[in-house]
């Protein structure tokens, strides 16, 4: 599988947006860009993926590099429950079952 | 709509005790996947369930095991529990063979092992 690497905290202010970096070099062709997030004593949850185009939901928005060797989650406004922990995760199309979770990145927001 | 559930939500068993723990899919969902999470770490894949039949397994030893159920629900086994067995358990469930990618996990169960 190929890796992705994330930093290992970031902080924010409320209502203030947070860019969260992944870098994935290996990514292939076939490989889609899924953000999840756990926030505390729950299971993760989805909030984002991509191919090749910068995407939008209700949640986030995601950045992806030209050249597709990293990304960028953008959440906009951050609020107190967007404390979480942000994985950063490549799935191949042929793969469909499975998620390799990393370390993540640890999310805090301060009020 | 129900979401992912489990059950139970915190155990404590022995070392080499076996366990059984449940997850009901959301509804609509066809596909199980089971992950283990151990303190501080993300989830790891165990194995995926399709239609009744393992699709696909982490790099867990066999007696990590499970079944599906045919109304999607599912059950992972666990036999001869050893001290690293305790973690976090989690399913996700989804819908498989229409293009979607979400999986959609439980809160998981809590297992301890003394």
């Known amino acids: 599988d190929a890796k992705t690497t994330q930093p290992n905290s970031m902080e924010s202010n409320e209502e203030e947006p947070v860019h969260l970096p992944c870098n994935h070099s290996?990514?292939?062709?076939?490989?889609?860009i899924h953000w999840y997030r756990q926030l505390p004593s729950q299971g993760p949850e989805y909030v984002i993926h991509?191919?090749?185009s910068n995407v939008n939901n209700r949640m986030a928005s995601l950045a992806i590099a030209e050249d597709r060797k990293s990304s960028t989650l953008i959440l906009h406004r951050a609020t107190l429950r967007d404390a979480a922990v942000y994985y950063c995760?490549?799935?191949?199309?042929?793969?469909?079952?499975?998620?390799?979770f990393g370390a993540g990145t640890t999310v805090t927001v301060r009020a | 709509e129900t979401g992912v559930t489990q059950s139970p939500t915190h155990l404590i068993k022995t070392r080499g005790q076996q366990v059984t723990l449940r997850c009901s899919s959301q509804?609509?969902?066809?596909?199980v996947s089971w992950y283990q999470q151990a303190l501080g770490q993300g989830p790891q894949f165990i194995f995926q369930?399709?239609?009744?039949?393992?699709?696909g397994r982490g790099n867990f030893p066999p007696r990590f095991s499970g079944l599906q159920f045919p109304n999607y629900s599912s059950e992972l086994n666990v036999n001869a529990l050893e001290l690293d067995d305790s973690a976090l358990y989690l399913c996700?469930?989804?819908?498989?063979?229409?293009?979607?990618?979400?999986?959609?996990f439980g809160p998981g169960t809590r297992l301890t092992v003394t």
């Open positions: 996700a469930s989804s819908l498989s063979g229409t293009g979607s990618y979400e999986q959609y």
């Open positions: 290996t990514i292939s062709g076939t490989d889609y």
């Open positions: 991509g191919l090749t």
């Open positions: 995760i490549l799935r191949r199309v042929s793969n469909d079952y499975k998620l390799s």
């Open positions: 509804s609509g969902h066809n596909t």
């Open positions: 369930y399709y239609r009744e039949e393992e699709n």
